[in-house]
């Protein structure tokens, strides 16, 4: 599978956050060419700032894998990490991160900031702007009915 392939299952995961009325992010990590876990942005559901679709990810692929250093993994999320989610994957080691859409208000991979650039002890290799066009319309569309559902 492509980098594209693994966006558009992090895209499908998005779309389930939306439908529950959940900003629309998706994340997933793969090993190889197999997704160990997905996540979504749940902090409405769960009342939780920590629930987003990364940390859930990284929770996920931890459990399965038997330990916290994922290395040998790749995520592919659907919005640009904020910070919060920029320090996991630092922590959590993941090789490489593929996002969507550009965050200008919260990214920390190139938007707002680029924590990969500080002298960290880990830095994975950073592919922003796949499939950005669908990731920013989903993004999109999702505040455009809020807004139309508040009035």
């Known amino acids: 599978m492509t980098d594209i392939d693994f966006m558009k299952k992090a895209i499908e995961l998005a779309e389930l956050s939306a439908q529950e009325d ?3 992010v998706g994340a997933i990590i793969v090993k190889g060419s197999e ?3 997905t996540g979504r942005n749940r902090r409405e559901t ?3 700032a920590l629930a987003h679709a990364e940390l859930e990810a990284i929770n996920k692929a931890c459990l399965k894998l038997g330990g916290w250093r994922l290395w040998e993994c790749e995520m592919y999320v659907t919005l640009e990490p904020c910070p919060m989610c920029t320090g996991a994957i630092i922590n959590s080691r993941l090789k490489r991160v593929v996002f969507g859409a550009y965050d200008k208000k ?3 991979c190139g938007s707002v900031i ?3 650039d500080l002298p960290y ?3 994975p290799e950073l592919l922003g702007g796949v499939l950005e066009e ?3 319309q989903q993004l999109s569309e999702f505040f455009k009915n809020l807004r139309k559902r508040k009035k």
């Open 121 to 123: 002890n880990h830095k």
């Open 114 to 116: 680029n924590l990969f």
């Open 134 to 136: 669908e990731c920013s």
């Open 22 to 24: 959940e900003v629309p």
């Open 46 to 48: 769960e009342k939780n």
């Open 106 to 108: 919260a990214g920390s």
């Open 35 to 37: 997704i160990i876990s």
